[in-house]
C-alpha cells in the first residue's frame, strides 16, 4: 500500500499542481545547479507562478549555513505560514528543504518531487528530515510528513548511471527484508536493463515505496520495527564512511551499502537464519550489479573501529538488522567484532 500522500505519475500533467496549490499564498521550488537544469524545465509549466530558490548540490552543502540561505531566500520573499515549498531534487535537497520548510514560522507546508532514484524509493518517504552537523550525519533534523509526494521516473533518465545503480541498491534492500517474491523478480534485470531503465520501473519502484511506506506505518520514529530498513547499513556505513576521504576510492552511498548487504547476509547465514543457497544467490546477483571492490586486509581494523560510532548501538553493543530467510527480517541482533570481520573477510574472499 503506498501512503495516501504519494502519488506515481506517468506525465506531470496527471497531477493538478494548479488546482492543489490555489490554497496556499506563495509557492517557492527549492532546486540546485542539476535539478534546475534537467529538472525544472519540465515541472515549470504544470506550476501556478512561483519563486524559485537554487543551491549548490552535493552532501557538503547539507548544513544549517545553506538552510540559512534558504530561509533567506523565504523570509524576503515576504512567505507567511500559508506558503508551500516544493523540493524538487534528490535526497540532500529534499531532506534539507523539507528541514527549512517544517521549521520557518513553526512550520509551512511542503511537496517532495523526487529526482533520484535513491530519493524516490527511499528518502522522500518516512518524514526524516535534517542536514548534517559537524562530523554527523543527519545530526539536525526533525520528523514531519511532507503534503504530496510525486514521483515521476522519468527525471532519471538524466541522472548519472552510477547513482542509478546506487539507488537500486535501497530496492534491492527493500526486497530481501520485506519480500521474497519481489527479490525473484529483480534477479531478472541485469545491470544493462537497469543502465538503460529498460524495464517496468515504475512498477519497481512503486513495489519498493510501497515497503518502506509499510515499513514506516507501523514505526514512525524507530522504536523498533523501522530498524529493519538498517539491514546492510551497519557495515555498509562503515565502509562508505571509511572510503568517503579517499578521493580514488570514494564509494557512493548504494554501492557502500550493496557491499554491506552481503557482509550483513553473511552474518544472517552464521546466525543460521538463511541457508547457504540463499547466502549465494543473494552474493551472486549484488556482485553480477555492483562488480566486486577491492578491499585490502589492511583496511579491515579501521572500518571495524568504525561500526562503533553507529548511531543505533547502545551500551557498546553493536546491533544489527539481519534477515530471517529472504523476504523476512529480525533487528536489535548483537554482533561481535570477530563475527564483524569474517563477515567483511567473507566479502573480500569472493
Ligand atoms: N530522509 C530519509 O529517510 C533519507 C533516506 C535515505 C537517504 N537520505 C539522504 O539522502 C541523501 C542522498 O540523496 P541522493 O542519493 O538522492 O543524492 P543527491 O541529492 O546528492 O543527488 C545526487 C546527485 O544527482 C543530481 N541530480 C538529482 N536529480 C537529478 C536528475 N534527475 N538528473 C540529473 N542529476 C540529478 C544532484 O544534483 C546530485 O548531484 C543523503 O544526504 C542521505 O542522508 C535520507
Ligand atoms: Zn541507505
Known sequence: M???????????????????????????????????RYCYPLLKEHLPEHLLTIIQSGEEQKTLQTCSVLWNSMTEAGLDRKSFVINLGGGVLGDMGGFCAATYKR????????????SQVDASVGGKLGVDFQDFKNH????????KVIIFSDFLKTLDRDELRSGFAEIIKHALIKDNKQFEALKNITLMQLQNLD??????????????????????????????????????????????PKPN?????????????????????????????????????????YGKVKI?????????????HDKKNSHGNVKFSLIKSIGNCVFDIIISNNEMMDAIKFYVSK
Open 199 to 244: 524495464f517496468e520501473f515504475n512498477k519497481i519502484i512503486s513495489h519498493s515505496i510501497s515497503i518502506k511506506s509499510n515499513v514506516v506505518l507501523n514505526d514512525p520514529t524507530e522504536k523498533g520495527e523501522r530498524k529493519i530498513l538498517n539491514f546492510g547499513h551497519t557495515l555498509g556505513h562503515a565502509i562508505e564512511s571509511f572510503y568517503l
Open 296 to 308: 585490502p586486509d589492511s583496511d579491515l581494523d579501521s572500518i571495524l573501529e568504525l561500526t562503533t
Open 140 to 147: 539536525i533534523g526533525v520528523f514531519q510528513d511532507p503534503q
Open 107 to 118: 512550520g509551512v507546508d511542503f511537496m517532495q518531487i523526487p529526482t533520484t532514484l535513491l
Open 249 to 289: 576510492q570514494k564509494l557512493l552511498h548504494g554501492e557502500a551499502i550493496a557491499i554491506g548487504m552481503i557482509c550483513e547476509s553473511y552474518l544472517s547465514y552464521i546466525k543460521s537464519y538463511i541457508t547457504k543457497n540463499e547466502l549465494n544467490e543473494i552474493c551472486d546477483y549484488i556482485l553480477k550489479i
Open 2 to 36: 503506498l501512503n495516501s500522500y504519494v502519488h506515481l505519475v506517468n506525465s506531470l500533467s496527471e497531477f493538478n499542481f494548479k488546482t492543489f496549490l490555489s490554497q496556499y499564498s506563495k509557492v517557492i521550488v527549492f532546486a540546485d545547479e542539476n535539478t534546475n
